[in-house]
């Protein structure tokens, strides 16, 4: 699919949140792993928790479902031998069910998106597995990925947290159902450590004890624990949210997002501070945010890794911003769905953006009189990419055209049409 995004002066209406992608990835998970039947109400549906749905099923759990809620009931620390498994471009989806998998005899992760998620590196993961007394056979620490699992044990066990703190969390999920107790370490540093909260807290709901050091770079984690099925409610999801609050900063605007808690503990939370500190008029309270956009933004500077996959979105309003800002302590951007330093970058000057970047960092020199656009960029397979490029195309003097804007299905199938309903003049083209 092609998005033909035409600018756009003025956006106004209200919106309801998609639910959260990183919840509900969790929720189906700790259901899955509990021997009774979990309910979890309002479900995100995109095509990563899809992935997460189809691979429970595929492992043994019941999966039932109706417009507001889906009943899991868990296969505990026993998932069916099944030789194989998809679990679509999902990283985080891939990289907790390699946990899970180290309980069966053989399972092979299949590579059917050799341009995304097959590029992305698991090393750190397979490292930790093989400490647990788990075989793997991988592509140089990516897809395809074979576990020979079986007997995997507890113990001491060390994990790199630079590159991904999704390693961390899959280790996390799976250590409780071991006959030993653990100790994990984290060593190096623990990148998007504020999702590891998400984990923890998940965890907690389902009746699970781990005791974790107030820096979260150690754990202690009793063995022979079962999860408890629970019923779980989905709240609303920041990093999606992001990209229209930034349609609604870059714009003249009048536009309610609900659903987004004060309280969550979703790291994109930051988003509302972000926007703020851009000089972005917007209220929060009732778990709406409500933003009265004049186009008018100044420059900041952001510790990105505190909003990962917001960062994009942000980086997108601060196009239009007046001054130069700077999105630091980024690097692991580079190992997502595509390297979203260099590729993300690179559309951007291609759509007229002035835009630099570092190792672990970007920098954007804003134009407050708008980007030229009229050229066609390249999703990346990536829908973040897609969302943030939305977000310049509709404060250009031409506008832009998104190739494989599909992917945006990833995590938010229903953005254009959100957008659509917020005014927005885009066309979209099989
Ligand atoms: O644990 C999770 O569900 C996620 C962790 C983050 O990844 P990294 O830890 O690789 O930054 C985030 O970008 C991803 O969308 C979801
Ligand atoms: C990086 C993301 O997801 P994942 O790592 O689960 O593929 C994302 O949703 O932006």
């Not at 999902?90 to 059917?112: D, I, Q």
């Not at 229209?244 to 939370?269: P, W």
């Not at 195309?393 to 945006?408: F, M, N, P, T």
């Amino acid at each position: 699919m092609k998005a033909i995004v035409k600018p756009a002066p003025e956006l106004k209406g209200t919106i309801n949140a998609l639910s959260s992608k990183n919840y509900t990835t969790r929720y189906m998970l700790v259901g899955a792993l509990a021997e009774g039947t979990s309910t979890l109400y309002y479900p995100a549906h995109s095509e990563d928790s899809d992935a997460m749905r189809r691979c429970i099923r595929d492992l043994g759990a019941i999966v039932e479902e109706d417009d507001e809620k889906m009943t899991i009931t868990g296969f505990g620390r026993h998932p069916k031998p099944v030789p194989e498994l998809n679990v679509g471009n999902a990283g985080a989806v891939l990289r907790f069910l390699m946990s899970v998998a180290a309980f069966c005899p053989e399972l092979t992760f299949v590579n059917t998106y050799p341009e995304s998620l097959g590029k992305r590196p698991h090393n750190d993961l397979i490292d930790a597995l093989k400490q647990m007394n788990v075989r793997i056979d991988h592509n140089g620490g990516k897809l395809p990925i074979t576990i020979y699992g079986g007997q995997p044990k507890g113990g001491k066990i060390k994990v790199s947290g630079n590159v991904s703190s999704q390693f961390l969390s899959s280790l996390l999920f799976m250590t409780p159902l071991l006959e030993e107790d653990s100790e994990i370490e984290v060593l190096h540093d623990l990148k998007s450590k504020i999702i590891v909260g998400q984990t923890l807290e998940v965890l907690e709901q389902a009746g699970i004890r781990i005791e974790a050091d107030d820096d979260l770079m150690r754990y202690r984690i009793p063995g022979r624990q079962r999860y408890q099925a629970q019923e779980y409610k989905i709240q609303g999801d920041y990093p999606g949210s992001a990209a229209i609050l930034a349609a609604a900063a870059v714009t003249s605007s009048d536009v309610a997002v609900h659903r987004l808690e004060e309280n969550s503990r979703q790291g994109e939370r930051a988003v509302v501070d972000v926007l703020r500190a851009m000089g972005v008029p917007l209220t929060h309270r009732d778990g709406i945010v409500h933003v009265r956009g004049t186009g008018l933004l100044k420059a900041g500077e952001f510790d990105g890794d505190h909003f990962t996959d917001a960062v994009l979105a942000m980086v997108a309003a601060s196009v239009f911003a007046e001054g130069t800002s700077r999105f630091y302590n980024v690097e692991n951007l580079r190992y997502k769905e595509c390297d979203r330093i260099t590729d993300f970058v690179t559309e951007l000057n291609k759509a007229g953006a002035s835009v630099e970047e570092r190792q672990s960092e970007i920098i954007v020199h804003g134009k407050p009189e708008g980007v030229e656009g009229g050229v066609e960029i390249d999703a990346h397979y990536d829908h973040r990419v897609i969302m943030a490029l939305t977000v310049v195309g509709l404060r250009s003097k031409q506008g832009l055209v998104i190739r494989d804007a599909h992917h945006v299905a990833k995590s938010y199938p229903h953005y254009f049409e959100h957008l659509l309903s917020l005014g927005a003049n885009i066309e979209l083209q099989d």
